[in-house]
């Protein structure tokens, strides 16, 4: 998925908003998760999903539901900007696994089990990249 974060048509915004409905397919996420390594536990968490259910649906090649195929969307277009800003996948995974004083001491993948706290990582990572920093 390469779309810009912050300046999403129409198009590109009915495109995730039939993604969503389709649901994303556990073999995207797992590419995803590769690139991107965060703990089957924190999966977890994020997608309010026990690990059993998560090794289901890789069992099972299932899709996630709309509702977690939306925050899955969300996260993947979050990481995607994360990487525009830091200029790479290593820095950005370090940031967001790093205690963030604008955040209020809370590492931003902390946050990620939440819409609120996704625009909140999101608007953080705007500000960084205007040179605005806490």
């Known amino acids: 998925m390469n ?3 912050q300046s999403l048509d129409n198009n590109e ?11 994303v397919k556990y073999n995207t996420f797992d590419d995803f998760s590769e690139k991107f390594p965060l703990s089957y536990s924190d999966w977890s968490r994020i997608l309010h999903v026990s690990e059993r259910t ?3 649906y890789k069992k099972e090649k299932k899709k996630f539901d709309s509702l977690h195929s ?3 969307l969300m996260i993947m277009l979050l990481f995607q900007k994360g990487i525009e800003v830091f200029g790479n996948s290593s820095k950005f ?3 967001i696994d790093s205690k963030n004083i604008a955040l209020g001491g809370i590492k931003p993948k ?3 089990d939440n819409t609120f706290g996704i625009n909140m990582i ?6 960084i990249e205007h040179g605005i920093l806490a």
């Open 3 to 5: 779309i810009n974060y």
């Open 13 to 23: 915004i009915f495109k995730l908003i039939e993604a969503t409905r389709d649901g």
């Open 54 to 56: 998560m090794q289901r």
């Open 70 to 72: 939306e925050k899955l």
């Open 93 to 95: 995974i370090t940031w």
């Open 110 to 112: 902390n946050l990620l």
């Open 122 to 127: 999101k608007d953080e990572l705007i500000k």
